[in-house]
């Protein structure tokens, strides 16, 4: 199909699917002349999971790039191919705070993850972000979270378990981790909402 | 203060200032001259709150102003206040998709939640994003997910009620939700790496 046609296939706009072509977040279609190429049904999955990472995950199209490329590699061993793309949004060069906490947390869940891992620095640079605003109940307790954590990997594991071709496995660790992500951040807003309701909801004096 | 030490003090750029004074995301200092003006505390604390929102939430400066607008606001009624509290970050303009799915969710839980509320439309978003990516593990364990995401709320608002202060609780909120989605987020990936590792860190053939 034309660039037209895969833009109303998708509804994203000529101008945008250009840019992602620049970026190579797309990769190019078919030349069918000197300045007219031809795009199938990957470029339109390409383009849905473009913008699902972009809308839905509030990524960064430098994170999109990195998490693209995760799904786009070869597979050779898949622990390290799902280990980068569970990753590849969170990678950033901020130096690392507060190691010692994220570090005794890891051993006390007995976690098996590597001492680079991005989420690691992310966790201890959040542990800091909480501590500079003066809250502390959500760091005091958390193992807690942690445990939320582990009951949740448990699930997406046993999902992704269910496949068996890898490079369906990476596809769908990025895909659920990264809506993913957004689904459980919406669930507990809706569950947050309705156990404010039960607290807060009824005879609640005005202050 | 004057704007050079509170930028020295909080590590963000004075034009940074500036431009958050113009956007009313930070309240105008005290004239002290014509064309200068003091800070005190609470300016180096509500910058270290856009900060923390910006960086670690990752929100549009649109979604920070809605935020700050509801821990500024007077807390009459506690329950209306956490509502919009928890959810200012979720407000978009987009079109609503399958509700029914998530209307099902919401009585199978007993959630009362209410019918506009933003997560509610968010939810529904994200289900018709995993739809259109052809993955429909998540969308069909939805309920699995929705029990996580329910022992998290209950977390939260035991951690909240720890509190007296209305005003408290509202700011509790506001942190501890965006900060926390970040954290539940990073936690979860250091989870699955640890579950990956276990599931596939070992005699996995080269595919």
């Known amino acids: 199909m034309r660039i037209a046609e895969l833009s109303h296939r998708t509804g ?20 069918t002349s000197r300045n007219q190429a031809s795009y199938d049904e990957p470029h339109v999955r390409r383009l849905q999971l473009i913008r699902a990472l972009l809308e839905i995950g509030r990524l960064p199209i430098a994170s999109i790039k990195a998490v693209l490329a995760e799904v786009d590699a070869p597979t050779p061993n898949l622990h390290h191919a799902l280990g980068r793309a569970l990753q590849a949004d969170l990678i950033q060069p901020e130096p690392e705070e507060n190691g010692e906490e994220v570090d ?21 640079d959040i542990i800091a972000a909480f501590r500079r605003l003066g809250w502390h109940d959500m760091v005091d307790n958390l193992d807690s979270y942690a445990d939320i954590a582990d009951r949740t990997a448990e699930l997406d594991l046993g999902l ?48």
Chains 1, 2 share one sequence.
Do not use: C, F
């Open 104 to 124: 005794a947390l890891i051993a006390l869940r007995g976690w098996q993850v590597g001492h680079d891992t991005p989420a690691r620095r992310k966790v201890a």
């Open 12 to 31: 994203i706009p000529v101008p945008t699917i250009k840019y992602y072509l620049r970026e190579g977040l797309l990769p190019p279609g078919e030349l």
């Open 160 to 207: 992704l378990r269910t496949h068996a071709d890898p490079e369906e496995i990476v596809y769908g660790a990025v895909v659920g981790t990264i809506l993913g992500d957004a689904l459980l951040v919406a669930l507990r807003r809706l569950a947050q909402e309705s156990a404010s309701m039960k607290l807060y909801g009824l005879n609640q004096p005005a202050g």
